[in-house]
C-alpha cells in the first residue's frame, strides 16, 4: 500500500500523460511553450483569479509574492507554527522575522484570536513593522479567511495564502488560492495538484503585483530578457510539467476533488468515535492533502504507527517539529506568545494514506487496523 499512490494515478492517466508528454519532446519548446500560458489560463479561471503566474516551485512561489510587496529586514511577518519549513523559511530568507502563531486543534490552522495578540505583541514591543500574515491552507482545508481578512485590515497587513496545499479546497462559492492578497500553491508530487518534479504558481487580482512577480521570476526583466530592471530569481514552470498538469487537472477537477473527500468522509464516519477525526469548517471544503488524525499521547500515536507498519500499512507524522524550536530561526524571540496548541500536535498527530485512487480494500484494512488496535488495548 502507498501511502499517497502516484503509479495509481498515472496508469490511470497513462495514454494522455504519455502523448502529451511525447509531444513536448517533438516539439523541443521546453521553457515556456504554449502549454504554460494554457495552463496559468485554465488554473486562474479555475481559482477564479485575474493573474495565475506559474514558478518553479511553491518555496519560490512565497519568495515572489514577499518580494512584489518589498517585504525585508525590520519586517514581521505572522506565520503559523505548525506548518511546513518553507512557510516560514520565505519570509526569512528575505531578511524579514516570521513571528510564530499558534493553531487551532482539529483544523490545524492559524487561530485568529492568537494571531491579533500576536501583532499586538509586536506592535507593544516596538521593534519590528508588522507587514503581512502568511495563512497556511494546512492539509487542505482553507484557513479561517474571514477573520483573518479582517484583522488584515483592522492592521493594515497584506495577507499572503499559502495554498500549498490547499488547491481545490474553498469557503462556499469561493476557492483557495483566491482568499489572499496573494495566494501560491505547489505543484510537488504528493500536493492535491502534484506534477512529475517542482512547480509552483501565484494568483492574485492585483495588476502590479502580477507584472512584478512575472518580473522577478525571470532575472527581474524589464521589457525582455536582457533588459534587467531589478535583482530576481530564475524560477519559471517548464513546458513538460505543465504539460503533465494540464492533464491532471482535467482529472483533479472531472472526478479526484469528489474522489479524495469520498475517501476522507469514510474514514470520518469509521474512526470518528474512537479517535479524534480533524474537523471541516461548516461551509469549507477541504482538498485532502492530508487526513490527520490526533491520538491521546505520543505514546499511544507512536503505538499505532508501529502497529499499523506491521500490517503494511504506511503513516507520516506532519509535523513533527514546531516552527518556533526550529534551530534555523534561533533568533526570533518567542517568550510571549504560546504554543500550546502546536506543542500538543506535534506528539498527538498521525497522518493515514489518502488521495484519490485510495482503495475501499485499502481504507477497510486501514480501518480495521486502527479498530483492532484499539480493542486490544482495552483488552
Ligand atoms: C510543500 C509546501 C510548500 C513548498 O512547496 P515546494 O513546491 O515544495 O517548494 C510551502 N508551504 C507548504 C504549507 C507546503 O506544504
Not at 10 to 32: A, T
Not at 63 to 84: E, S
Not at 111 to 134: D, T, Y
Request: aromatic share 10%; hydrophobic share 40%; glycine share 8%.
Amino acid at each position: 500500500m502507498e501511502f499517497r499512490d502516484l503509479k495509481a494515478q498515472y496508469q490511470h492517466l497513462k495514454p494522455e500523460l504519455d502523448e502529451e508528454v511525447l509531444k513536448v519532446m517533438k516539439e523541443g519548446n521546453f521553457i515556456s511553450g504554449y502549454q504554460v500560458s494554457e495552463l496559468e489560463k485554465q488554473l486562474a479561471e479555475y481559482v477564479g483569479v485575474k493573474h495565475c503566474i506559474t514558478c518553479g516551485n511553491g518555496t519560490d512561489a512565497l519568495v515572489l509574492a514577499l518580494m512584489a510587496w518589498n517585504i525585508g529586514k525590520g519586517d514581521a511577518v505572522f506565520v503559523p507554527d505548525f506548518t511546513f519549513f518553507a512557510s516560514a523559511e520565505a519570509p526569512a530568507f528575505l531578511g524579514a522575522t516570521p513571528v510564530f502563531v499558534d493553531v487551532e486543534s482539529r483544523t490545524f490552522n492559524i487561530s485568529p484570536n492568537e494571531l491579533e495578540n500576536a501583532i499586538q505583541g509586536v506592535l507593544k514591543e516596538g521593534k519590528l513593522i508588522p507587514k503581512a500574515i502568511i495563512a497556511v491552507d494546512l492539509f487542505g482545508q482553507p484557513a479561517e479567511y474571514p477573520r483573518i481578512l479582517e484583522i488584515a485590515k483592522k492592521y493594515n497587513l497584506f495577507v499572503l495564502e499559502d495554498g500549498a496545499q490547499g488547491f481545490g479546497g474553498g469557503i462556499g462559492e469561493k476557492k483557495a488560492c483566491s482568499f489572499g492578497d496573494i495566494a501560491t500553491t505547489s505543484f510537488f508530487p504528493a500536493k492535491p495538484l502534484g506534477c512529475y518534479g517542482d512547480g509552483g504558481a501565484i494568483f492574485t487580482d492585483n495588476d502590479d503585483w502580477a507584472e512584478l512577480v512575472k518580473s522577478y521570476r525571470i532575472h527581474g526583466k524589464g521589457g525582455n530578457k536582457y533588459d534587467n530592471i531589478r535583482i530576481g530569481m530564475n524560477s519559471r514552470l517548464d513546458t513538460m510539467q505543465a504539460a503533465i498538469l494540464l492533464v491532471k487537472l482535467k482529472a483533479f477537477v472531472d472526478h479526484e476533488l469528489h474522489d479524495v473527500n469520498t475517501a476522507a468522509d469514510y474514514y470520518t464516519s469509521k474512526l470518528k468515535n474512537i479517535v479524534n477525526t480533524p474537523i471541516i469548517k461548516e461551509g469549507y471544503l477541504s482538498s485532502w492533502a492530508q487526513y490527520t488524525i490526533i491520538l491521546d499521547s505520543k505514546k499511544q500515536r507512536d503505538e499505532l504507527q508501529n502497529v499499523l507498519k506491521e500490517n503494511g500499512v504506511p503513516s507520516m507524522i506532519y509535523y513533527p517539529k514546531q516552527m518556533h524550536k526550529q534551530e534555523a530561526f534561533h533568533y526570533v524571540c518567542e517568550k510571549e506568545h504560546s504554543f500550546k496548541v502546536t506543542n500538543e500536535l506535534i506528539d498527538n498527530v498521525l497522518a493515514l494514506p489518502i488521495h484519490p485512487y485510495l482503495t475501499r480494500e485499502e481504507q477497510e484494512k486501514i480501518i480495521n487496523t486502527i479498530i483492532n488496535f484499539f480493542e486490544n488495548k482495552s483488552n
